[in-house]
């Protein structure tokens, strides 16, 4: 699977704006914004959009949709160890 490092890219590759507005029931002007103004999907695009690649043979990285990694659940665990001395419960899988 290939991946894709920007969002202009997801929309070329998933046919233009007005073809990712229609998967996302979006409007044309907001995913517009998207690409040119905030270089970011919102969040609750991401498994929509996530599958619409993964058909066509792409992937791309979570922080386009400007979601927080597990990196940084790590880090903010040690930071509450650090200051309280409890630690984070592990989530459930």
Do not use: C
């Amino acid at each position: 699977m290939k991946t894709i490092s920007n969002v202009a890219e997801i929309v070329e590759v998933l046919g233009g704006i007005e073809r990712v507005a229609a998967l996302t029931e979006a409007k044309d002007p907001a995913v517009w914004n998207w690409v040119y103004a905030f270089e970011a999907f919102p969040a609750n695009t991401y498994f929509v959009l996530i599958e619409a690649l993964k058909q066509r043979g792409y992937t791309a990285p979570p922080h386009l949709w400007k979601m927080r990694g597990i990196r940084l659940r790590k880090r903010a665990a040690a930071r509450l160890k650090r200051r309280t001395g409890t630690r984070l419960k592990k989530r459930a899988a």
